[in-house]
């Protein structure tokens, strides 16, 4: 069980139940032993009174005496009077319970007061010696008060289930509340934190959670505080980049105009060093574009148009004009394989990070190798999953989050030789995520590393089309 809300739940549930059952049961005993003590201590005191009275009457005035007494008090009575002779005849030729017949026997043994229980009734018996000097036995049976574990066991199965029915649905109800009360600012802390780790940085935790006045209630303010705090620094560090790009952008354009005047007049020892510096003031201003760019998809101040792509066609495009490219550096592209589906987005970004992918898997697959392209649904969403993989040497497993992340490289396969700004895979992973997809590097079992693109889509050609 991985749920924490249902381990909280049930070990809440049963605790309850158990504790309920426990306090039921031993309130019930303690109740019905005190009740049989007092009963106790009254019969040991009363009876003997009312024994001596019985049998007065009766050895003075007979049995007819001793009848008018019972039918005087009747209804006043609370108890059925057996009295017996010392050959265990009674005198009214009433004949008893076995639990009576069992008072007498003991009483007339012992000659002091003898209580049995059954488990609706009790016997108490009182031996008597009369002035006349017979022994007499007078047991009083009583119809059992107050609870008793036995009636409160026979009761019928449906009323005993319908009652242990109650008790847990009720506690199961407070254990649900307490538990949501427990568990609900965890699960936003958690949903908050996938957002935040999803590069949604204005993510906060909502009031219902930081109005607590407990721990959790000051773990969500402590993660709204270190929420500002991230977003601010990464605020300012996007916006460093893009002044640090834009204050570039000016002495390299003026850079470029007094290379094509020194270029003019240079003699011919001297212009292939400013032809390097040409290059160089390209892949330059190629690379702070890339910086520009990147800076805007992270800080999402640029807003993109959105429209209906269509994935498929253009992926057959990308591949078409990425294999006219590979094809120049013996290598080939091929698409395995595609469905028709529609993404929505802006067409132009999409197309962007897809031909980085392509264009990093035709940099690293070895000449005479090809880079394969696959369109696929996935199984249990309606996502679209693009999968390009090369033949080159792969990553190692630690690295396969960080080669996107910008600048990142890895030892001799990727350095500038390569003719990358490093900057590829990261305007990707950010340009998908803005689609609200995802990105992940993969190393191929057989070798080769594999960039996998899933996209929200829906499956089918664009209306229109």
């Known amino acids: ?57 009766f050895d003075r005035e007979g049995l007819t005496g001793y009848a008018a007494l019972m039918a005087r008090g009747k209804d006043a009575f609370p108890w059925n009077a057996y009295l017996f002779d010392e050959h265990g005849k009674e005198v009214t030729g009433k004949l008893g319970l076995p639990a009576v017949l069992e008072a007498f026997e003991r009483s007339l043994a012992s000659k002091h007061t003898e209580i049995v229980y059954s488990n609706s009734s009790r016997a108490v018996g009182q031996w008597v010696r009369a002035n006349s000097g017979k022994n007499y036995v007078l047991v009083l049976s009583f119809e059992s008060r107050g609870p008793h574990p036995g009636r409160f066991l026979q009761a019928p199965s449906q009323i005993q289930i319908l009652r242990l029915l109650i008790i847990v649905l009720i506690i199961g109800a407070i254990c649900l509340w307490i538990t949501r009360h427990i568990t609900k600012p965890i699960f936003e802390l958690r949903e908050a934190a996938n957002r935040l780790a999803g590069g949604r940085l204005e993510t906060r935790v909502g009031t219902s959670s930081t109005s607590r006045v407990d721990e959790l209630g000051e773990l969500s303010r402590d993660f709204n505080h270190m929420a500002e705090q991230l977003e601010s620094l990464i605020a300012s560090r996007q916006h460093l980049i893009g002044d640090i790009s834009h204050e570039l952008r000016s002495p390299l354009a003026r850079l470029s105009v007094a290379l094509g005047i020194a270029q003019r007049s240079a003699n011919s020892e001297a212009l292939p060093a400013l032809n390097r510096i040409e290059r160089e003031s390209l892949r330059l201003n190629e690379l702070i574009s890339e910086i520009l760019r990147l800076a805007r998809l992270e800080s999402g101040v640029e807003q993109l148009s959105q429209d209906d792509v269509d994935l498929q066609g253009l992926v057959r495009e990308i591949a078409e004009d990425a294999h006219f490219e590979a094809s120049s550096r013996s290598r080939t592209v091929r698409v395995a394989a595609t ?30 190798t090809e880079v394969e392209i696959t369109l696929s649904a996935a199984q249990n969403s309606n996502d679209a999953i693009l999968r390009v993989r090369d033949h080159g040497p792969g990553v190692p497993a630690s690295a396969l989050r960080s080669v996107f992340e910008p600048f990142y490289r890895i030892g001799d396969a990727r350095e500038r030789t390569s003719g990358g700004t490093g900057l590829g895979l990261s305007i990707s992973d950010r340009a998908i995520r803005r689609h609200g997809g995802g990105v992940r590097a993969i190393n191929a079992p057989d070798g080769g590393l594999i960039i996998e693109i899933r996209l929200p889509a829906q499956r089918g050609a664009p209306s229109g089309s």
Do not use: H, Q
């Open 339 to 368: 469905f028709a589906c529609v993404v929505r987005g802006n067409s132009a970004l999409l197309r962007s990070a897809i031909e980085n992918v392509v264009r990093n898997a035709i940099y690293y697959t070895p000449e005479g």
């Open 1 to 57: 069980m991985r749920s924490l809300f249902l381990k909280i739940f049930l070990w809440f549930w049963l605790a309850m139940v158990l504790v309920t059952l426990t306090l039921l049961i031993s309130s019930f005993i303690g109740e019905s032993r005190s009740s049989r003590e007092r009963d106790e201590t009254m019969d040991r005191t009363m009876t003997p009174l009312v024994a001596d009275n019985f049998v007065e009457v």
